[in-house]
């Protein structure tokens, strides 16, 4: 069971991860990270069955730090959104040396 | 108050108590006090009375520059506080004189005469590691001769300088410096090792530069000023080697010390020698010696008074001094005291041909203070120590009266031209002439010095020249220095040879002499009609020193009269540096005084005082004042005459061989390569331009393009876990 769990687990992280890399729309790679969030939270649970409860805690740590960061995160977006009038990644480079 | 202290300390030391060698602290300290109030008089002047100084006003120089009252077209006020300058500048010299002889008295009549220098020591100057030196200045004997000159003639010179120098506006900075001077002067003598001595050996050199150039909006006189420091510089390096050599090797740099010690040295050893020959390379810088002698004529750009004082009386005879106060190390070194005989020989002999055919009037008395340097280092090279300083002394009289003469005319040359507003040069000896009647004392007495220096029997220079060369003679026929050899020859033929030299120097010396009197004030008067009327003796002031200088030329010999004279006491000076020098001087010769028949003492005589006769004849019969035309007109020389005339071109080759190469040199290898190319280009902008590249290729990662810091991050994540993992 942990194996499976484990192993749809790490899956879910590298299509996160693969999103992130290739994908231009800023809220697209936002949905990646949050996947590679809940990624890791299922390897927690799954972990906690075997070495206690300690991960069942921290999936809620991970959880409340996801939706604030979601409030964040979609709040920039959007203010980039109005300033550029768009949200492609490769346009939104200002901030280089 | 700390002086005063370490006096009190010095005291308590039990350095003779209670006498007037107690105050000799004072001897230097009071020309420094003068410095330091003449100098505030000057420094204050210049921001309270507006521009004074010619540094500030820019005046109107005469084309030559030399002269001092420089300032044809401008009439300049004197300065405003001169008559306080005269009273501080010259009332410190004649107190410091006043202290000296009082000392002198004391050291006499106490009983240490006999016995060791009175060494009273101030403050530790430097102490570390084995090294200690002390400021501490020491009473001797030579020590003593030579306060009694620099302060005595030093105040006639100052009292001069108050009517010479009148009305120059850098009147108190004048003095201010010339204070200076006999102040490092007096530490140079009175030094008690060599690191103090080597102090007031720097100083005088300051001293020298600051008054050389003193008219220094002219740059010919600044850039002779540089020269003179320079040129010392390199005989200054000779003189610290000495220092570490003899340190190294003996542990001390006291006098007192170093006379004992000096007998752990192997006689004629490598060492000595090597030590010797530095300290001589310092002496040829100082006192203008072949081959470093170039700066001295140049030296006459300062004022005459400064030329009298330091470049003639004074300050270049700290050489003579230096061997003379290191005389233990020195009659140990045979081929050492050689080179110092040698060199002095070519040197007189050279500057004395140069000094033929010079028409600045200064110029010739710059040459013939080389030459009279050269006899003494012939005196003190081949162990005549006492005949050396002998020498040093009537010299100091006789020539100090020669330039404070020259000063004279000058003056009065100067003050026509000013008055007729010409543009002469009041220098040259074509444009005088027939001075005699306008200026009977500066001619008459400037005769007293040329008889002195000319060696004419009875006045003072011909027992100290007639003593040089005769022991020059002696010492050629039995003396360690015959024994040795010179380069392959042997020293006696040496010795011979450079008696000759001498002799020869002595004719020339009488020849040229004598020239310089005939152009200056016999014959017909060459200055203009205009100007005639105006030309008169300098005041009193002036004249007075005269009068003084011109005794002591006459009557300074009876300080040191030869043995074989009626007359008592004979070899008196030489008695009295006994303590000093005594046994250096008996080491050169085989421990036993030189006895040498009578005939042939008065042959040498005889010879001497033909050859100065044979000199004034010749320059008499062949030189004619009535065919010499003023500057203006005069034609170039030819032939030997002009290579004469222009000083054997040695400062044209020096010029080509050493300054050119070396400016070259400095300004496309040092300058242009090192410093512009290497030191600027490669490291400093080099490494700005390093700086800047890396900053770049920094920049770049940064694009402002997230997806490629995902990547980064993500690569360097996995490059991590594989790491960990694969480890």
Excluded at chain 2, 300 to 309: E, F, K
Excluded at chain 2, 482 to 509: E, I
Excluded at chain 2, 587 to 611: D, F, K, M, N
Aim: charged fraction near 10%.
């Amino acid at each position: 069971m942990l194996a499976e769990s484990l192993f749809f687990s790490a899956v879910l992280f590298v299509i996160g991860v693969v999103g992130v890399l290739t994908r231009r729309n800023a809220i697209i790679i936002f949905m990646c990270v949050e996947l590679m969030l809940n990624a890791v939270n299922l390897s927690f649970v799954a972990f906690a069955q075997v070495y206690g409860v300690a991960g069942q805690v921290f999936v809620f740590f991970v959880m409340t730090v996801a939706a604030a960061e979601a409030a964040v995160g979609l709040a920039i977006i959007i203010a980039l959104f109005r300033h550029r009038h768009t949200v492609n990644l490769e346009q939104i480079n200002l901030l280089k040396g | 108050m700390m002086l005063l202290q370490s006096v009190q300390e010095a005291a308590t030391q039990g350095s003779a108590t209670g006498t007037a060698m107690d105050w000799l602290w004072l001897v230097p300290m009071l020309p420094l006090l003068g410095f330091v109030l003449n100098g505030a008089i000057s420094l204050l002047s210049a921001t309270t009375l507006g521009p004074a100084d010619p540094s500030a006003a820019g005046h109107g120089h005469r084309d030559d520059g030399h002269t001092a009252h420089g300032h044809d077209h401008e009439h300049p006020e004197p300065h405003k506080l001169a008559w306080l300058t005269s009273i501080i500048g010259s009332g410190v010299l004649i107190a410091s004189f006043g202290v000296a002889v009082a000392v002198f008295m004391a050291y006499r009549s106490s009983g240490a005469a006999d016995t060791a220098p009175i060494v009273q020591t101030y403050f530790t100057w430097m102490l570390t590691g084995d090294l200690s030196i002390n400021a501490s200045l020491m009473i001797d004997q030579l020590s003593l001769v030579m306060v009694l000159v620099v302060t005595g003639v030093g105040a006639l010179i100052h009292v001069f300088s108050v009517g010479y120098m009148r009305e120059d506006p850098g009147y108190p900075r004048y003095f201010a410096y010339l204070n200076l001077f006999v102040f490092f002067m007096l530490v140079l003598v009175l030094g008690a090792n060599y690191p103090v001595l080597f102090v007031g050996w720097e100083g005088v050199g300051l001293c020298s530069y600051l008054l050389i150039g003193f008219w220094f909006s002219d740059k010919a006189n600044a850039d002779a000023g540089k020269k003179a420091f320079i040129v010392n510089r390199i005989g200054d390096f000779g003189f610290l080697i000495a220092m570490f050599l003899l340190f190294a090797n003996l542990g001390s740099l006291d006098f007192t010390v170093l006379r004992t010690a000096a007998a752990g040295l192997e006689p004629g050893g490598v060492l000595v020698t090597a030590i010797c020959l530095f300290l001589f390379l310092g002496c040829t810088g100082k006192s203008a010696q072949i081959p470093l002698y170039v700066w001295l004529p140049d030296a006459m750009a300062g004022p005459t008074p400064v030329s009298a004082l330091i470049h003639a009386a004074t300050m270049v005879t700290a050489g003579v001094y230096l061997i003379a106060r290191s005389s233990f190390l020195f009659s140990i070194a045979p081929f050492a005291s050689l080179t110092v005989v040698v060199v002095g020989a070519l040197t007189a002999i050279f500057a004395a041909t140069i000094g033929l055919k010079q028409w600045d009037i200064k110029k010739v008395l710059a040459y013939s203070t080389i030459s009279q340097l050269g006899y003494m280092f012939v005196g003190v090279g081949v162990g005549a120590y006492a005949a050396g300083v002998f020498h040093l002394v009537t010299h100091a009289f006789f020539k100090a009266l020669l330039f404070l003469g020259s000063g004279s005319v000058i003056y009065a040359m100067h003050r026509a031209y000013h008055a007729t507003h010409s543009h002469e040069d009041a220098q040259d000896m074509r444009n005088m002439g027939g001075l005699r009647t306008q200026m009977p004392w500066t001619f008459a007495l400037m005769w007293v010095a040329t008889l002195a220096i000319a060696g004419v029997p009875a006045f003072s220079g011909f027992f100290s020249k007639d003593e040089i060369l005769t022991s020059v003679f002696v010492r050629a026929r039995g003396s360690t220095l015959a024994d040795a050899t010179w380069f392959g020859v042997p020293g006696n033929v040496v010795l011979y040879a450079c008696y000759a030299l001498g002799l020869a120097a002595a004719l020339l010396t009488a020849i040229y002499m004598t020239r310089m009197m005939l152009y200056t004030f016999h014959g017909p008067s060459r200055t203009g009609e205009k100007e005639r009327p105006h030309l008169a003796e300098a005041p009193w002031v002036m004249t007075g020193p005269l009068v003084v200088l011109g005794v002591l030329s006459a009557i300074g010999g009876w300080l040191n009269l030869p043995a074989f004279v009626p007359v008592q006491p004979t070899t008196s000076l030489e008695h009295w540096l006994e303590p000093v020098v005594g046994k250096s001087a008996l080491r050169v010769t085989h421990g036993a005084p030189q006895e040498i028949s009578h005939s042939l003492e008065y042959a040498l005589v005889g010879a001497a005082v033909l050859i100065a006769a044979i000199g004034i004849w010749i320059a008499f019969n062949r030189l004619k004042p009535e065919t010499l035309v003023p500057k203006a007109q005069a034609k170039p020389e030819e032939g030997f005459q002009r290579v004469l005339e222009h000083k054997y071109f040695v400062d044209e080759a020096y010029d080509k061989v050493i300054v050119r190469p070396t400016f070259v040199t400095s300004r496309n290898l040092l300058w242009r390569g090192i410093d512009v190319g290497l030191i600027d280009g490669l490291m400093v902008n080099g490494s700005a331009w390093t700086a800047r590249a890396l900053g770049w290729l920094g920049s770049t990662l940064q694009s402002g393009q997230v997806g490629t810091y995902a990547w980064v991050l993500v690569l360097g994540v996995l490059a991590v876990l594989g790491a960990v993992t694969l480890r």
